[in-house]
């Protein structure tokens, strides 16, 4: 049943990309949305726990979808604490805003909104709507890519909650 729900959930958050992209000139959003082309791929990834030391694998991938307006994002790991540790997320460019909108839908709790920027020429933070916790993409110079997720403390400070190593799939063939 939770696998039906995400499913018509990301359903209708296609139909929607669609129809805005129908009224939309997607030159500039396409432009924008290949700037996040280092994500491009199928990865592996160990995520680490900060505050445990809990080690996590899983599998990640990215592909453009959409004629390169947006990117669907793809992950299934092992969590510590759960039976499964699943995502499924659109990601695209709002010229209006300037920014990037990352729709995310997970296997344990319900769809959320970030908005992301560069806060460097190698690092795209996506904060959630709410503020209180925020994703940093890094591209690293061996193509690697390094993701640092942060929530914010008591005393409005970021603090690290998981680190993600991301290595691209080498296939045994």
Same mark, same amino acid.
């Given at each position: ?8 959930? &990301? ?7 669609? +129809?805005? +992209?129908?009224?939309?000139?997607? /030159?500039? &959003? ?7 082309? #280092?994500?491009?791929? @199928?990865? $592996?990834?160990? /995520? ?7 080690? *996590? ?11 390169? /307006?947006? &990117?669907?994002?793809?992950f299934d790991g092992k969590h510590p604490s759960r039976d499964y540790w699943e995502a499924y997320v ?8 300037? @920014? ?5 839908? #997970? ?11 560069? $806060? ?5 933070? #996506?904060?959630?709507? /709410?503020?209180?916790?925020? &994703? ?9 890519? #390094?993701?640092?997720?942060? *929530?914010?403390? +008591?005393?409005?400070?970021? $603090?690290? +909650? ?12």
């Amino acid at each position: 049943m939770r696998k039906v729900n995400l499913l018509f959930s &990301i359903v209708v958050v296609i139909y929607s990309c669609l +129809a805005w +992209a129908q009224e939309t000139d997607t /030159s500039v &959003i396409v432009a924008e949305v290949s700037k996040l082309d #280092f994500l491009v791929g @199928h990865w $592996r990834t160990v /995520s680490t726990i900060v505050q445990t030391g809990e080690q *996590a694998p899983g599998e990640l991938s990215y592909e453009k979808v959409l004629g390169g /307006s947006y &990117i669907l994002c793809r992950f299934d790991g092992k969590h510590p604490s759960r039976d499964y540790w699943e995502a499924y997320v659109m990601i695209t460019f709002d010229p209006d805003s300037g @920014h990037y909108v990352s729709h995310a839908f #997970f296997s344990h709790g319900p769809p959320v909104t970030y908005t992301g920027v560069w $806060r460097d020429e190698n690092t795209v933070t #996506f904060t959630i709507d /709410s503020g209180q916790s925020r &994703i940093n993409y890094t591209r690293m110079p061996d193509g690697s890519v #390094f993701q640092l997720n942060e *929530a914010l403390d +008591a005393e409005s400070n970021w $603090r690290p +909650a998981l680190e993600t190593v991301y290595k691209l799939w080498e296939s045994s063939d």
